[in-house]
Every structure is written in structure tokens, then in C-alpha cells.
């Protein structure tokens, strides 16, 4: 079985259009993240939710929104797409016991999302 | 705020011969450390971390990273490597005492083995 599953795997779409990624977790897990990979295979983190609740929002434009409908899925839609969003999305999740002071947990990542922007 | 240099963006080696991705990092605060694989047209997988203990970490397959504090390094070694470790290695680091997991990545290095 599929851990952390992302759709589609691929997304080709003209500038100016509005787009959503799903990703979904069976794991369990309380903590899922979206991460973009550039061109240059440069991974950066984009946001974090727990438990449905936002907890980390980087420096992302506001086209980007994350939505978390239940813990086990984190959906990024995305507005007005612009040429520079080309990349790849990774989905990921983890236990996240990191605020109990034990050791952190691992992140697993989905298959990835390759977005081109035309 | 923490950063990872991966000193190799690209490592040819040829089959049954050692290899070392190396990998500096940079923070104001005590860090654990990871490396992720990405093989072709998949996503990442954990090969191994450092998280307290002993500074050798060792994967199943092989790998072994050492946490080195004083030279802020945590640079990934294998004896002898297979054509089916052709992949990108990434180093991450992520502060600890933390809330949530933020990872912050290298710029990964490309590992090509050779026939």
C-alpha cells in the first residue's frame, strides 16, 4: 500500500490557470508538509499543517493555499499559475513527537507532482 | 536558521569502488541530521539520520554517515557501491527542540556508478 499518495503525478497547464494538488497519508500520521524542488533540485519547504492546523508557512505567495480537510490529506491549490512555479511539489508526513522532547520523527515523502507551467 | 552545503553536485564512480558525499551544515543550534535518496522519477527516502548517541549511523544497504560536531559535517561513505545506487543523495538538518518538522535541504548530489 501506498504511504503518502499525491495526484496528479503530472500537471501541464497554460499560465493564469488555477490548479490543485491532492495528497493523501495512510499512515496515521499528524504532521504533513508541502515541499517544492526547483529546477535546480533545490528542496524547500512550503508549509506544514498538524492535525488540520497551519503551523509553518514560509515565505510563499498567496496564490499558493494549502487546505487540510482531515488530518490524513493536505491539498495545495494554486492561483493565477505564473511561469516560475514550474517544479516539482513533494507531499510529506510524519508523527512529529518533536514538541514531547523525544527524538523527531522520520518524513515520508510522496512520488512527487511535476507542475509545468506554459 | 540552518544551512546545508552539499560540497559535490555531481560524483561518477565506477561499480565496487568507495564513495563519500559530503555534506556541511550551518546553525545557531544543536541539529538532527538526515540523508534522504531520491531515485529516478520517484520521491525521497530516508537512508539514514543521526538523532543523539553514537556518531556512526549506518543504513541498511550499506551506507554509513558520521556526525562530526566539531567540523559541522555529516558526509555519507559506502565501501563499495552497485549500479542500483545510481541516485540523488540529499543532506537535511533540522533544529532541535523545534516545533514541527521543517527540514532544510542541501542542493543534493547526483551519484553515478559506472559498469
Known amino acids: 500500500d501506498t504511504a503518502v499518495s499525491q495526484t496528479p503525478k503530472y500537471l501541464v497547464t497554460q499560465m493564469g490557470n488555477d490548479k490543485s494538488i491532492k495528497c493523501e497519508q495512510n499512515l496515521g500520521h499528524d504532521t504533513m508538509y508541502w515541499y517544492k524542488q526547483d529546477s535546480k533540485k533545490f528542496l524547500k519547504i512550503m508549509f506544514s499543517y498538524n492535525n488540520k492546523e497551519l503551523i509553518i508557512n514560509e515565505t510563499v505567495p498567496n496564490r499558493f493555499s494549502p487546505k487540510s480537510p482531515d488530518k490524513a490529506h493536505l491539498n495545495l491549490h494554486i492561483n493565477s499559475l505564473e511561469l516560475g512555479d514550474s517544479a516539482v511539489y513533494f507531499c510529506?508526513?510524519?508523527?512529529?513527537?518533536?514538541?514531547?522532547?523525544?527524538?523527531?520523527?522520520?518524513?515520508?515523502f510522496g512520488p512527487g507532482t511535476r507542475l509545468t507551467v506554459l | 536558521a540552518q544551512s546545508v552545503t552539499q560540497l559535490d553536485s555531481q560524483v561518477p564512480v565506477f561499480e565496487e569502488a568507495p564513495v563519500e558525499l559530503r555534506c556541511n551544515y550551518s546553525s545557531s543550534v544543536s541539529v538532527y541530521l538526515f540523508w534522504y535518496v531520491q531515485y529516478p522519477n520517484q520521491g525521497l527516502q530516508l537512508l539514514l539520520k543521526?538523532?543523539?548517541?553514537?556518531?556512526l549511523v549506518e543504513s541498511i544497504n550499506g551506507f554509513e554517515a558520521e556526525f562530526n560536531k566539531s567540523q559541522t559535517s555529516f558526509h555519507l561513505r559506502k565501501p563499495s557501491v552497485h549500479i542500483s545506487d545510481t541516485a540523488e543523495y540529499f543532506c537535511a538538518v533540522r533544529a532541535k527542540g523545534t516545533s514541527y518538522g521543517k527540514l532544510t535541504f542541501g542542493q543534493g548530489t547526483i551519484l553515478t556508478v559506472h559498469p
Open positions: 510529506a508526513s510524519s508523527q512529529d513527537r518533536a514538541l514531547a522532547g523525544g527524538p523527531t520523527d522520520t518524513q515520508y
Open positions: 543521526y538523532l543523539s548517541g553514537s556518531t
